[in-house]
């Protein structure tokens, strides 16, 4: 039987390389594709676009004083997580690394038909666009660590919590 060829396209965050890390430990190595992060002020425009003022303010609010104490009085367990765990969040070789500016340009596509995988491996990318999707010829894993689609964003379990939402 011909081994599987895996695919991660990822941002450059802790998360994606602890996810790659792990899958090289049970599988070897294989290529990452990681997206360059969209401008911040491009990301507040379209998140205005979309859900509104009121709502970003909020988000703009947490990104500065509640995150970051939260990491603070949590950085501690995360560690210990990570020890006991075993998540090693380095990033890999270069010679398996490629950057694009986004996962949805013609540079993506090439890539992702010169790997030709049997598995795609999504986490903390924009969004798949239809083009995208139409280029990858096998199974999509997409990772999120949102509530979606009630709470978007990465910190969609905090503001479920806050609102005492169980459903989503």
């Not at 609010?61 to 939260?70: C, D, H, K, S």
């Not at 765990?85 to 990033?91: P, S, V």
């Not at 995988?117 to 924009?126: F, S, Y």
């Not at 990772?143 to 969609?156: D, I, K, S």
Request: glycine content about 6%; hydrophobic content about 40%.
């Amino acid at each position: 039987m011909a081994e599987q060829k895996i695919l991660l396209l990822g941002g450059d965050n802790p998360t994606t390389w602890i996810i790659y890390n792990e899958l090289v430990s049970q599988f070897g190595l294989f290529p990452v594709i990681i997206e360059a992060s969209m401008p911040r002020s491009t990301l507040i425009k379209n998140r205005i676009r979309k859900i509104g003022l009121a709502r970003v303010l909020s988000q703009i609010g947490f990104a500065i004083w509640i995150r970051p104490l939260l990491f603070w009085r949590e950085r501690k367990r995360i560690a210990f997580l990570q020890r006991k765990f075993g998540m090693e969040n380095h990033r890999p070789h270069n010679s398996v690394t490629h950057h694009v500016k986004s996962v949805n340009d013609t540079n993506c596509h090439a890539l992702i038909e010169e790997f030709e995988p049997d598995l795609v491996i999504v986490n903390g990318t924009r969004i798949l666009s239809k083009k995208t999707l139409a280029k990858i010829d096998a199974p999509v894993i997409n990772t999120h660590q949102g509530v979606t689609p009630g709470y978007r964003g990465a910190h969609g379990a905090y503001w479920a919590l806050v609102q005492n939402d169980k459903t989503n």
